[in-house]
């Protein structure tokens, strides 16, 4: 079974890259980024609370992301394996992540991380707040502290996986397409 978190700052390219994965693939693709909008569109208490919070460029609690891909990988029991797309985002995420997974008794093959410099990333989160409605890319003072709580709650989840071994790293400027074949090539090798 092929499961791959997809790391990378906001707007390193994960949603993109997920979306051309899960193809080739045949993974079950879970972004909580996606789920949690989904929620928020829904107006649930839960999608409230997200908002709020996603709104100022903060983290959801972790016991709330945590539970939402707990069912997801209860609904999805026959699946090829899993994209683990913006999670997990804090070290306590990617343990969580580990015991849900050895209770299935399956794990992560390795972890696929996107690497951009923080002006690429502030120009390409503007330009897709152009067209997407999402208020979190729409005022660079949010993108600012998306990164910053990036670099100080959710990189070190980075150290989490290379002590396992399990660390790729990948160049995340140029073409999607070479992007893609990249992160393909990485796969290949440790599927
Ligand atoms: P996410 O939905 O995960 O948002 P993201 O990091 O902005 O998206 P992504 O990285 O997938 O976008 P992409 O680069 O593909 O999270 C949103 C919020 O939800 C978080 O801030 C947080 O509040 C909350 N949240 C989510 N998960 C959580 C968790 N586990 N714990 C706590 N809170 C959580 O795309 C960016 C743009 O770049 C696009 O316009 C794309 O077209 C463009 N692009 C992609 N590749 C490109 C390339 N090679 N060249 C040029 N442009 C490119």
């Given at each position: 079974?092929?499961?791959?978190?997809?790391?990378?700052p906001?707007?390193?390219g994960?949603?993109?890259q997920?979306?051309?994965?899960?193809?080739?693939?045949?993974?079950v693709?879970?972004?909580?980024?996606?789920?949690?909008?989904?929620?928020?569109?829904?107006?649930?208490?839960?999608?409230?609370?997200?908002?709020?919070?996603?709104?100022?460029?903060?983290?959801?609690?972790?016991?709330?992301?945590?539970?939402?891909?707990?069912?997801?990988?209860?609904?999805?029991?026959?699946?090829?394996?899993?994209?683990?797309?913006g999670?997990?985002?804090?070290?306590?995420?990617?343990?969580?992540?580990?015991k849900?997974?050895?209770?299935?008794?399956?794990?992560?093959?390795?972890?696929?991380a996107l690497?951009?410099?923080?002006?690429?990333?502030?120009?390409?989160?503007?330009?897709?707040g152009?067209?997407?409605?999402?208020?979190?890319?729409?005022?660079?003072?949010?993108?600012?502290?998306?990164?910053?709580?990036?670099?100080?709650?959710?990189?070190?989840?980075?150290?989490?996986?290379?002590?396992?071994?399990?660390?790729?790293?990948?160049?995340?400027?140029?073409?999607?397409?070479?992007?893609?074949?990249?992160?393909?090539?990485?796969?290949?090798?440790?599927?």
């Amino acid at each position: 079974m092929l499961n791959l978190v997809l790391f990378g700052p906001p707007g390193a390219g994960k949603g993109t890259q997920a979306a051309k994965l899960i193809e080739k693939y045949k993974l079950v693709h879970l972004s909580t980024g996606d789920i949690l909008r989904g929620e928020m569109a829904a107006g649930t208490d839960l999608g409230k609370q997200a908002k709020s919070l996603i709104e100022k460029g903060e983290l959801v609690p972790d016991a709330i992301v945590i539970g939402m891909i707990a069912s997801k990988l209860d609904q999805n029991k026959s699946a090829n394996g899993f994209i683990f797309d913006g999670f997990p985002r804090t070290t306590a995420q990617a343990g969580a992540l580990d015991k849900m997974l050895s209770e299935r008794n399956i794990a992560v093959t390795g972890m696929i991380a996107l690497e951009v410099e923080k002006q690429e990333l502030i120009d390409r989160l503007l330009n897709r707040g152009k067209t997407s409605g999402r208020a979190d890319d729409q005022d660079v003072k949010i993108i600012e502290n998306r990164i910053n709580v990036y670099n100080k709650e959710t990189s070190p989840v980075k150290d989490y996986y290379e002590k396992q071994g399990k660390y790729h790293a990948i160049h995340g400027i140029g073409s999607i397409d070479d992007i893609f074949n990249a992160i393909c090539k990485t796969v290949d090798k440790i599927k």
